[in-house]
């Protein structure tokens, strides 16, 4: 008789165990859930420095812009095409597109 209890006793905590680890892995404070949330954490703090990284190179050239007249210039010239007064501009064409037929 005691054998049959110990039995009873032993697969009643056995599904008691299955149920309590089912539950505590699939419900909304699982760990499946706190998996998908560590992992959104981990993109969302990449994100966040790339966008200081970003935030830090768009300073950069904004102060450039500000206070640096070579860059200004350099700028002006290959961004918009813009030339002093008297300057001239050569355009080099290679000669394989003058000779293609």
Same mark, same amino acid.
């Given at each position: 008789?005691?054998?049959?209890?110990?039995?009873?006793?032993k697969?009643? &905590? %056995?599904? $008691?165990?299955? &149920? %309590?680890? $089912?539950l505590f892995t699939f419900n909304d404070l699982g760990l499946?859930?706190?998996?998908?949330?560590?992992?959104k954490k981990n993109e969302i703090r990449l994100e966040i420095d790339n966008l200081i990284l970003?935030?830090?190179k768009l300073t950069n050239e904004i102060d450039r812009l500000l206070y640096d007249d070579d860059y200004i210039q350099y700028v002006?010239?290959?961004k918009y095409h813009l030339v002093k007064p008297g300057e001239k501009i050569y355009k080099v064409i290679?000669?394989?597109?003058?000779?293609?037929?």
């Open positions: 008789m005691t054998y049959k209890m110990n039995l009873k006793r697969t009643f &905590l %056995f599904i $008691s165990a299955a &149920l %309590f680890l $089912s499946i859930k706190l998996y998908n949330l560590n992992s970003q935030e830090i002006a010239k290959t290679e000669r394989k597109n003058i000779f293609k037929k």
